[in-house]
């Protein structure tokens, strides 16, 4: 009788062991078909690229405009070239060059003696003697003339009050001698006049002054303006035009840009300056004075 069930408790234990391990396969399978994150939550799906990757879209860059400091001005007596850097009340200070060979030499005749700060225009009122209207100390606008080819300048209130250029601390506003007038934009820059004639460069556009509002003048992208006469010359980006282009605009007619020629090869970005000279144009872009046609 104890041989039988002591042979039954043996009986009774392997089932209990042969139990026990069937559930370890169960839970393992199970696992195996569910598993678990390290941190017990789902983890996202993994995503993989074939072939080569697309590259992600440059925008196409713009070109920058120039700024009013840059701005330059040219203008051409018989005997004795001039031109200038603007500069600025509050940062460079402004250069004004002579030449008595055409362009291929140039003398420094800055007035910085007498604390110029800013050039607003730049015109040579007789064949060797130039006037500019500039900003002095606390960016107050004076005009200045040489009669001694540069060595010397002097003020002369006169010649401001009858004068028209952009004010040199709000470059949203004309002076006239019958009092300011806004500008088209409240960057002006690269202002001439001469007669009746007044013309400056306002949001890549040039204007001429009627009398009693600014007309916008043909073409688009204009870069510097000049007077010839009546007329309006205005240097512009063309498509058809590898540089600078220049077109005139007929009194009467803004919105009919007839063309005079092309700079090929120079820089449109750069900033630019035009002046008439016989019956043709010279234009200052960059480092290099060009004749157009």
């Known amino acids: 009788m104890q041989r039988l069930g002591a042979a039954r408790w043996v009986a009774i234990a392997g089932i209990a062991v042969l139990v026990a391990a069937v559930a370890v396969l169960v839970w393992a399978a199970l696992q195996h078909a569910n598993p678990e994150s390290a941190g017990g939550e789902a ?28 701005t330059r001005f040219l203008a051409i007596g018989s005997e004795v070239w001039w031109r200038a850097t603007a500069g600025s009340c509050t940062g460079p200070a402004p250069v004004v060059e002579r030449s008595y060979d055409q362009g291929e030499t140039w003398t420094d005749v800055t007035p910085a003696y007498i604390g110029i700060t800013q050039v607003q225009t730049l015109e040579a009122f007789s064949a060797r003697d130039a006037e500019l209207v500039a900003a002095m100390a606390g960016c107050e606008p004076q005009a200045l003339r040489t009669y001694t080819r540069g060595e010397f300048w002097d003020s002369y209130p006169d010649v401001l009050a009858a004068s028209r250029y952009i004010e040199p601390s709000d470059p949203g506003s004309v002076h006239f001698p019958s009092g300011p007038v806004p500008a088209p934009c409240p960057a002006a820059f690269g202002l001439h006049a001469f007669g009746d004639v007044v013309t400056l460069i306002c949001d890549g556009r040039a204007w001429s002054w009627s009398g009693e509002e600014w007309v916008a003048l043909a073409p688009e ?73």
């Not at 996202?44 to 992600?56: S, Y």
């Not at 900033?271 to 060009?290: C, K, N, Q, S, Y």
Request: hydrophobic share 45%.
């Open 43 to 70: 983890q996202p799906v993994p995503t993989f690229t074939l072939g080569a990757e697309a590259p992600t879209p440059t925008p196409t860059p713009t070109e920058a405009p120039v700024s009013l400091e840059q």
């Open 221 to 293: 992208n204009a870069l510097a303006v000049a007077v010839d006469g009546s007329d309006v010359l205005v240097a512009h980006r063309a498509d058809d035009c590898a540089g600078v282009a220049v077109a005139r605009v007929a009194a009467g007619t803004p919105d009919v840009a007839s063309p005079v020629g092309c700079a090929e090869g120079t820089d449109a970005a750069a900033p630019v300056a035009i002046a008439t000279r016989g019956d043709g144009v010279v234009a200052w872009i960059g480092d290099a004075l060009v004749g157009i046609p």
